[in-house]
């Protein structure tokens, strides 16, 4: 059973404090709600989680499976079984989708996948996610629509098949039909994988079609309210002032810039710097 364990994670961003004490399980088959005002430190979570250089963890443990997370390199962290789908996904120029997954796949294997195999895979996964034939040979995400990237990002997650995925506003510029498309293939492949959920999302329809099993609110830096699906639709109908007044806390906003990379997370990067 695959296990996430954040505790007492503080993180920093260029010297600032923006993880204050986050505490929060995941594991395996669930499906879990990250909730909360701009700025507040959903993303900065979810890249520190997956080893981002400019977050800088100064306190607490990430440990999966009672692996230390925190001491892996990001590829590491990547075939230990982490994905994260990114709400800014990079185009790189002069690297294809093929060639792009299929070095990821192989970094995770004893043995290289075939290139039958390989190709069937994706070809499966594009037609699931309903992207055009030539997919596999364009450059990653260079001259895609914003929906286009992120339904992408699902391509990778399904010929990946990690165990712990979190997804960070993954539904943003998907119109009604794929949003309910990339609902169901990630149901799909939690049902079939048993992958267990983190998911960023400020569209209560969006955790409508996905279902959360938990629910979390971050504010400030932490985590101040947990719940289950009624803690979601609440928030959709009320917004966020009213856990200021009922918790006695102001939410402050900050200015964190935003990453489009994590330095192609699937694939070992050129020294352990990057």
């Not at 005002?37 to 979810?46: A, D, E, F, R, V």
């Not at 996904?89 to 995770?108: H, M």
């Not at 959920?197 to 400030?220: G, Q």
């Not at 803690?231 to 917004?239: P, R, V």
Request: charged share 25%; with cysteine.
């Amino acid at each position: 059973m695959a296990v996430l364990n954040i505790s007492d994670l503080h993180v920093n961003v260029e010297d600032k404090e923006i993880l204050k004490g986050v505490n929060l399980v995941i594991k395996d088959h669930e499906t879990h709600a990250l909730m909360g005002p701009n700025g507040n430190g959903k993303s900065t979570l979810l890249a520190a989680i997956m080893g981002h250089p400019k977050y800088t963890v100064t306190k607490g443990t990430i440990m999966l499976d009672e692996q230390d997370v925190l001491a892996m390199r990001v590829d590491e962290r990547s075939r230990a079984g982490l994905f994260l789908g990114m709400q800014y996904p990079s185009e790189i120029s002069g690297v294809t989708n093929s060639d792009f997954l299929r070095a990821a796949i192989n970094t995770r294997r004893e043995q290289p996948i075939s290139l039958f195999a390989f190709i069937k895979q994706m070809e499966q996964a594009i037609k699931d996610l309903d992207m055009k034939s030539d997919l596999a040979h364009r450059f990653l995400n260079e001259g895609f629509s914003g929906g286009e990237k992120k339904r992408n990002e699902i391509v990778q997650m399904k010929l990946l098949q990690p165990s712990i995925a979190m997804l960070d506003e993954i539904d943003s510029g998907l119109d009604v039909d794929a949003l309910k498309l990339v609902a169901n293939e990630i149901k799909a492949m939690q049902e079939n994988n048993h992958m267990g959920l983190l998911v960023v999302s400020h569209y209560e329809r969006f955790y409508e079609l996905l279902k959360p099993t938990h629910a979390h609110v971050l504010i400030n830096g932490a985590i101040v309210m947990d719940g289950d699906e009624r803690l979601i639709q609440k928030i959709d109908t009320l917004g966020y002032d009213w856990i200021e007044s009922e918790l006695g806390i102001e939410i402050q906003e900050e200015s964190v810039k935003q990453v489009s990379s994590i330095g192609l997370c699937g694939v070992k990067q050129r020294g352990d710097g990057q």
